[in-house]
């Protein structure tokens, strides 16, 4: 299975679902660990006023057979720069697709979306129970506090 992206100049996908995520073997299968990316930089839109809204996602997970390749995962992300939806549809979704095609032993995804409206917006979603003996580390971004 060779990853269609990595090594390829490849452009912004013009939506979520019209981009294509790469997975590759698992380089440790059967031994318990955990993959975190972060993206401090989110971007989508929102769907009622237009407006850009950005968000710090964390995404963690334990692989089973197959690892997401990094360059298909930012060019998903980014594809969501022109999508129009709210947070929870942004988070929830990316944990949801990320979990039913590269089928994890677990996976949980944080999205700490900055203000809108005054009101920050933290969307939090995971695949089920973590294995048992899995280190979860914690996600570690900060509730917004303004200026202050």
């Not at 090594?7 to 955990?34: F, I, W």
């Not at 994890?104 to 409206?117: E, S």
Request: hydrophobic fraction near 35%; charged fraction near 20%; charge should be negative.
């Amino acid at each position: 299975m060779t990853p269609k992206h990595l090594g390829q100049n490849r452009p912004l996908p013009a939506s979520p679902d019209e981009a294509e995520l790469d997975y590759v073997p698992n380089p440790r299968p059967g031994r318990p660990y955990l993959v975190r990316f972060t993206a401090p930089e989110f971007t989508s839109l929102c769907p009622v006023t237009g407006q850009p809204d950005f968000a710090h996602l964390v995404i963690d997970y334990a692989p089973k057979d197959m690892i997401v390749e990094s360059k298909s995962l930012k060019l998903f992300l980014g594809a969501f720069r022109n999508h129009a939806a709210f947070h929870e549809d942004c988070t929830v979704g990316i944990g949801q697709r990320l979990s039913e095609e590269m089928q994890p032993h677990w996976l949980r995804i944080g999205g700490y979306w900055y203000p809108r409206g005054g009101i920050p917006i933290d969307v939090f979603w995971q695949s089920g129970p973590p294995p048992e003996g899995l280190w979860l580390p914690n996600q570690d971004v900060p509730g917004y506090r303004g200026r202050g």
